[in-house]
């Protein structure tokens, strides 16, 4: 019986529209693969051109002073920092933070105001949370076939398809930290005469802000883990080191540029969940 149901031509009907979308926007496309590429490379060159023990210095007193002045972190991050260099990683480890840093960037300054929207109507919760549910089921793969076909190869598709992948926790962590806030402050505050603004702002985002972190950590995870899968369609740093690896069956220069992104991972998540506590 179900050989009688007619083939349905989806493949063929999404290759028709990502064709015809990559046609109909040419000309949004291009200047955001030219424009948005030549930040992005700027930005790693500006960085690898920095003397490496000056960076290393200022992360680790940052790192220093988000911990509560306790040292850990900050050794941590200049032993860790230190191996990078030492094995000569230290471009492909400024690469690999600027494709993480815009990827981060763009999802959480889009994603927290649909949060916010989520959390405001029933219908866009309703209406997008298919969609997030979506984003994070469809394996990570499929979405740089459509970031090749709009950007080309290089680090702006990788950007295009980490936001697609990591933008869903911050977006769900908005909506929720901000459903989770008192009823009886957001009375109080309706009471004492606080517009929609002043409510969103002073009240119900502040009450949020921890759930709210905790979203942007996960989303800045999600993007570095984009980053060895971002390196298929080109785009350079330690994920292009582990690929080159795996292609030549090289486990050593592998597992160091994978420890590499290990150690990048771990700074960058010691740093957002010390931002997320209180003081």
Same mark, same amino acid.
């Given at each position: /019986?179900?050989d009688n149901i007619?083939y349905?031509?989806?493949a063929?009907?999404?290759?028709?529209?990502?064709?015809?979308?990559? *046609?109909?926007?040419?000309?949004?496309?291009?200047?955001?693969? *030219?424009?948005?590429?030549?930040?992005?490379d +700027?930005?790693?060159?500006?960085?690898?051109? @920095?003397?490496?023990?000056?960076?290393?210095?200022l992360?680790?007193?940052?790192?220093?002073?988000?911990?509560?002045?306790?040292?850990?972190?900050?050794?941590?991050?200049?032993v860790?920092?230190i191996?990078?260099? !030492?094995?000569?990683l230290?471009?492909?480890?400024?690469?690999?933070?600027?494709?993480?840093?815009?990827?981060?960037?763009?999802?959480?300054?889009v994603?927290?105001?649909?949060?916010?929207?989520?959390?405001?109507?029933?219908?866009?919760? +309703?209406?997008?949370?298919?969609?997030?549910?979506?984003m994070q089921t /469809?394996?990570?793969?499929?979405?740089?076939?459509?970031?090749?076909a709009?950007?080309?190869?290089?680090?702006?598709?990788? @950007?295009?398809?980490?936001?697609?992948?990591?933008?869903?926790?911050?977006?769900?962590?908005t909506?929720?930290?901000?459903?989770?806030?008192?009823?009886?402050l957001?009375?109080?505050s *309706?009471?004492?005469?606080a517009?929609? !603004?002043?409510?969103l702002?002073?009240?119900?985002l502040?009450?949020?802000?921890?759930t709210? /972190?905790?979203g942007?950590?996960?989303?800045? /995870?999600?993007?570095?883990?984009?980053?060895?899968?971002a390196s298929?369609?080109g785009?350079p740093g330690?994920?292009?080191? @582990?690929?080159? $690896?795996?292609?030549?069956?090289?486990?050593?220069?592998?597992?160091?540029?994978?420890f590499?992104?290990?150690i990048? $991972?771990?700074?960058? *998540?010691?740093?957002?969940q010390?931002?997320?506590k209180?003081k």
């Amino acid at each position: /019986m179900l050989d009688n149901i007619p083939y349905i031509p989806v493949a063929d009907g999404i290759d028709w529209t990502v064709d015809k979308i990559t *046609d109909w926007f040419s000309w949004l496309f291009d200047p955001i693969k *030219d424009g948005f590429g030549w930040l992005l490379d +700027n930005s790693a060159d500006y960085l690898s051109m @920095v003397p490496p023990i000056v960076i290393i210095i200022l992360v680790a007193i940052l790192a220093f002073l988000l911990s509560g002045k306790k040292f850990g972190l900050a050794a941590f991050t200049i032993v860790g920092l230190i191996f990078v260099h !030492n094995q000569g990683l230290w471009e492909e480890l400024m690469f690999t933070f600027t494709l993480v840093f815009y990827a981060s960037l763009i999802s959480v300054l889009v994603g927290i105001p649909v949060g916010i929207l989520m959390s405001k109507s029933k219908l866009a919760e +309703n209406i997008i949370t298919p969609v997030l549910d979506f984003m994070q089921t /469809m394996p990570a793969f499929v979405y740089l076939i459509p970031a090749v076909a709009f950007f080309g190869i290089g680090m702006v598709p990788g @950007v295009f398809a980490s936001f697609i992948f990591a933008t869903p926790p911050v977006v769900r962590f908005t909506n929720l930290g901000i459903r989770q806030v008192s009823k009886e402050l957001v009375e109080a505050s *309706d009471a004492f005469g606080a517009t929609g !603004n002043q409510k969103l702002f002073k009240v119900e985002l502040p009450m949020a802000r921890r759930t709210i /972190m905790a979203g942007v950590n996960q989303t800045v /995870m999600l993007s570095l883990s984009m980053v060895v899968i971002a390196s298929m369609i080109g785009a350079p740093g330690l994920g292009r080191e @582990v690929l080159s $690896a795996l292609q030549r069956a090289d486990a050593g220069p592998g597992f160091v540029a994978g420890f590499g992104i290990v150690i990048l $991972a771990i700074i960058i *998540d010691r740093f957002t969940q010390n931002l997320n506590k209180e003081k």
